[in-house]
């Protein structure tokens, strides 16, 4: 059964999914929707925790859904970066980043069938891991900043468009 939307002052008539869909097809402004679904008690109410992912051996600093939702990557200040299969509960892969000092983000990149992570870390470097056939894995570095890298943002629906930000004071 969907959650109810509730807005103060407005009878609970849409369903929290009705007003998703809503939005994604440009009937609903954004501001709208989240009002509405974030204010729903309901949903708010069945949030909880899947479960716990062992793996690291150090800070976890990252995590963050693949583009399809199945999988979530991780990284963590033993610079390693790990694929899971949340839904099971499982490692799928765990490989070296390349980085220097502590991981700070990392993202799978849309539309390369979850094979391409972007990753940023305390070194200054934005990496970019490849998953091959096997397990294989090769990463190159595909920026630097004078400092510490805290975040990456691709651009959505572009696998090529990747801005950087970080303690240097720049985005790039």
């Not at 009937?27 to 925790?49: C, K, T, V, W």
Request: glycine content about 14%; aromatic content about 6%.
């Amino acid at each position: 059964m969907a959650a109810v939307c509730e807005a103060p002052g407005r009878r609970a008539a849409t369903g929290c999914f009705f007003e998703v869909g809503r939005r994604e097809i440009g009937s609903s402004s954004s501001r709208a929707s989240s009002r509405g679904i974030s204010g729903s008690e309901g949903l708010i109410m069945r949030m909880n925790q899947y479960g716990q992912l062992g793996g690291h051996g150090g800070c976890v600093n990252t995590v963050s859904f693949s583009p399809a939702g199945d999988l979530l990557v991780s990284g963590s200040d033993d610079t390693h970066i790990i694929l899971w299969d949340w839904l099971a509960k499982a490692k799928r892969l765990s490989y070296p980043s390349g980085h220097e000092e502590n991981v700070l983000h990392a993202l799978v990149v849309p539309f390369t069938d979850d094979s391409t992570i972007v990753t940023s870390a305390a070194d200054g470097q934005v990496r970019l891991g490849q998953l091959k056939q096997g397990g294989e894995v090769t990463t190159r570095q595909i920026g630097e900043h004078g400092d510490r890298v805290h975040k990456v943002a691709l651009k959505q629906g572009s696998p090529h468009i990747l801005y950087s930000c970080g303690d240097d004071g720049l985005v790039q």
